[in-house]
Nanobody
């Protein structure tokens, strides 16, 4: 059974940084793409960033490009999201997800498993 456990969320002032982590278990981590999504209050869940199986390719939503960095450690079976220059509009529950294959994906339906989410709140 695949489990994804996020950590690292919290309250931060605008302009600050946070690093989210997502520890995976249950199947061969290095075989699958990973992604981060977020859901703000009253809004639909949206794509944030994705990384392919090896970490050689990444893709970002325009809203976070240049501020967020996705990375992975295939020894620790963990994916990270470094979030810099945070804005109040980044406030959301952040979810990590594991893809159905190793290739880069941004569509939610291409992800098989989801974590429970971690809250990120950015104050102005």
């Amino acid at each position: 059974q695949v489990q994804l456990v996020e950590s690292g969320g919290g309250l931060v002032q605008a302009g600050g940084s946070l690093r989210l982590s997502c520890a995976a278990s249950g199947r061969t981590f290095r075989s699958y793409a990973m992604g981060w999504f977020r859901q703000a209050p009253g809004k639909e869940r949206e794509f944030v960033a994705a990384i392919n199986w090896s970490g050689s390719s990444t893709y970002y939503a325009n809203s976070v490009k240049g501020r967020f960095i996705i990375s992975r450690d295939n020894v620790k079976d963990t994916v990270y999201l470094q979030m810099n220059s945070l804005k109040p509009e980044d406030t959301a529950v952040y979810y990590c997800a594991q893809g159905a294959s190793g290739g880069l994906e941004y569509a939610q339906y291409r992800y098989d498993y989801w974590g429970q989410g971690t809250q990120v709140t950015v104050s102005s």
